[in-house]
């Protein structure tokens, strides 16, 4: 298959590398979306990635209990420069040059965060992971990707979930549900449709940046979505008129 993007953004969230395990990381799924990655960078893309840390711990999740908010929030970011570390780990064992850069300060395990530096690995075929989300509280690791994809000039954002894309309604709880195969972000956020924050959503519209919803999970899918099959999950962007698939 032949790529239709040359610099691409995965958005993966945390509760991705737990697997079937009810917390923290499975490093067999971590080595799958490490196969899975290679497979699109042998293809001549140049990939970064944004890792969420919900699998460890979360900011407004119910682990966080009566801690402050902020605090919280950057605990969320440590747990997110662990997974990093563990998919970079998954990856350079498949012989994937990698690096993680962090939006907060962790010389021992990342490089800070610089924006050319970050564009230099890319041109040079390396994997950049971006950890500790914007390095702020208050703010999601989904405006991370959306922000890190503009900063580094990404054709798209790719956002890794566990359904085939968006739907009308929760597909796990109302099977009447129908996907979306285009929409806008405009009704993405009229119709309160829980893909990525709001913040992370108007981003993307101000800079015209396209986000692709798939199951990460179907082996082979994000090959698809780099070759441009808008079949396995839902396509956002400006001018797309919402079209729900059976």
Do not use: W
């Not at 970064?48 to 969320?76: H, P, Q, T, W």
């Not at 993307?204 to 986000?211: A, G, K, S, T, W």
């Amino acid at each position: 298959m032949k790529p239709v993007f040359d610099r691409i953004l995965l958005k993966l969230s945390g509760e991705a590398l737990m697997g079937g395990q009810s917390y923290g990381i499975d490093t067999a799924v971590a080595e799958s979306v490490a196969r899975e990655v290679k497979a699109v960078h042998e293809l001549g893309v140049e990939v970064a990635i944004v890792v969420g840390g919900g699998n460890i711990f979360r900011g407004v999740s119910k682990s966080a209990g009566n801690m402050d908010r902020a605090a919280a929030d950057y605990i969320g970011m440590l747990a997110t420069v662990m997974n990093a570390v563990v998919l970079q780990d998954a990856l350079e064992k498949l012989g994937v040059y990698t690096r993680v850069m962090s939006a907060i300060d962790i010389p021992q395990l990342a490089e800070p965060f610089i924006r050319r530096r970050a564009i230099r690995h890319l041109e040079k075929k390396r994997v950049v992971i971006f950890a500790a989300g914007t390095g702020n509280p208050y703010f999601t690791t989904d405006s991370a990707a959306a922000l890190r994809a503009c900063e580094i000039g990404a054709n798209v954002i790719f956002k890794a979930t566990k359904v085939d894309g968006i739907y009308t309604a929760d597909p796990m709880k109302d099977p009447t549900a129908k996907r979306f195969e285009r929409i806008s972000y405009q009704e993405v956020l009229e119709k309160h449709l829980k893909v990525m924050d709001s913040s992370a959503i108007s981003l993307c519209m101000d800079n015209d940046l396209p986000i692709m919803v798939f199951n990460m999970k179907e082996p082979g899918n994000i090959i698809k979505a780099v070759s441009g099959d808008l079949s396995i999950g839902t396509l956002v962007s400006l001018n797309s008129s919402a079209t729900g698939a059976n």
